[in-house]
Nanobody
Framework: QVQLVESGGGLVQAGGSLRLSCLAS????????MGWFRQAPGKEREFVAA????????YYADSVKGRFTVSRDNAKNTVYLQMNSLKPEDTAVYYC?????????????????WGQGTQVTVSS
């Protein structure tokens, strides 16, 4: 069992930056693919970014490519999402998720564990 706890959300003006963190429990964090998803009110959950177990592969949604960066520190059981040049349309609850397979995917159904989410609000 893996527990994921996100932090770092908040209110920021358009053009600003935030860094989200996701702390994982359990000794097998380093073997998981980690993903970030978001869900805005009235919309479906959407993929944001993912990183494989050794950080050699990353994958981004087109909407955040060039603005967001996913990274991880396996020694700290933590995955990060650095968000720059934020836009009002980035406003959502952001979730981290863990996938026990070695693949990297944007499919939310491939992820086995989810955090409770952290709110990001970008004002115009």
């Amino acid at each position: 069992q893996v527990q994921l706890v996100e932090s770092g959300g908040g209110l920021v003006q358009a053009g600003g930056s935030l860094r989200l963190s996701c702390l994982a429990s359990g000794r097998t964090f380093s073997s998981y693919t980690m993903g970030w998803f978001r869900q805005a009110p009235g919309k479906e959950r959407e993929f944001v970014a993912a990183i494989n177990w050794n950080s050699l592969n990353t994958y981004y949604a087109d909407s955040v490519k060039g603005r967001f960066t996913v990274s991880r520190d396996n020694a700290k059981n933590t995955v990060y999402l650095q968000m720059n040049s934020l836009k009002p349309e980035d406003t959502a609850v952001y979730y981290c998720a863990a996938d026990q397979s070695y693949g990297i995917t944007q499919n939310p159904y491939a992820y086995d564990y989810w955090g409770q989410g952290t709110q990001v609000t970008v004002s115009s």
